[in-house]
């Protein structure tokens, strides 16, 4: 079993629909768990970590994590063409990210 | 800050040549990791280094590939010889450690390798 799992998509929704992004990971050891956003052709960048337990609210985005089901996700509200991109989980070792493949999200007008 | 910085963005070579990618971090980070990104396998980390030192470089697929970094400012991974399965997208990434123990890694641009 991999050590993060990821649906690859990709996930097409109109304009303005809520998007549900999901991973699921195998370690119980992980206390940091990271959504990278990934624009095509350009590198990572890090959108929201979350620690341990519980919910975390930037803007339009929410992280939540499920550490009894080891399982993370990542909500975007009202969401916009400019979200177009490629959705990256990421756990945290002890000083290195384990990443998931990806999934990529199309947001049409 | 200018951020990561990767050089070549681009780079097409044949069968055998050495290729050798570059990286300069962000100024003030102690964390420098390479990266490799295909359809098939996704962003796989292939060594980091921190305060200059190679810490884990279980992710170097084969001898063929090496990494230094003669100094806090400058990485380098280098392919010897390159094969065709090679062709990936390799990023260069650093970090600090953040007040709350995370890491929050930078990324490059990337340089997209094309082995023929």
């Known amino acids: 079993q991999k050590e993060v799992e990821q649906d690859p998509g990709p996930l097409s929704v109109p304009e303005g629909a809520i998007v549900s992004l999901n991973c699921t990971y195998s370690?119980?050891?992980?206390?940091?768990f990271m959504w990278y956003r990934q624009y095509s052709r350009k590198g990572p960048e890090l959108l929201m970590y979350?620690?341990?337990?519980g919910n975390k609210e930037d803007g339009r985005f929410t992280a939540q994590v499920d550490k009894s089901s080891k399982y993370i996700s990542l909500f975007i509200r009202d969401s916009q063409p400019s979200d177009s991109a490629t959705y990256l989980c990421?756990?945290?070792?002890?000083?290195?990210?384990?990443f998931g493949k990806g999934t990529m999200l199309l947001v049409s007008p | 800050d200018a951020g990561v910085i990767q050089s070549p963005r681009h780079e097409v070579t044949e069968m055998g040549q050495e290729v050798t990618l570059r990286c300069k971090p962000i100024?003030?980070?102690?964390?420098l990791f390479w990266y490799r990104q295909t359809m098939m396998r996704g962003l796989e980390l292939l060594i980091y280094?921190?305060?200059?030192?190679?810490?884990?470089d279980s992710g170097m697929p084969e001898d063929r590939f090496s990494a230094k970094m003669p100094n806090a400012s400058f990485s380098t991974l280098k392919i010897q010889p390159s094969e065709p399965r090679d062709s990936a997208v390799y990023f260069c990434?650093?970090?600090?450690?953040?007040?709350?123990?995370?890491?929050?890694?930078?990324f490059g641009p990337g340089t997209r390798l094309t082995v023929t």
């Open positions: 990434a650093s970090s600090e450690k953040g007040q709350s123990s995370s890491y929050e890694q930078y």
């Open positions: 370690n119980s050891a992980f206390q940091y």
């Open positions: 979350t620690y341990s337990s």
């Open positions: 990421a756990i945290q070792g002890y000083s290195t990210l384990t």
């Open positions: 100024s003030g980070h102690d964390y």
């Open positions: 280094f921190n305060n200059n030192v190679p810490i884990d």
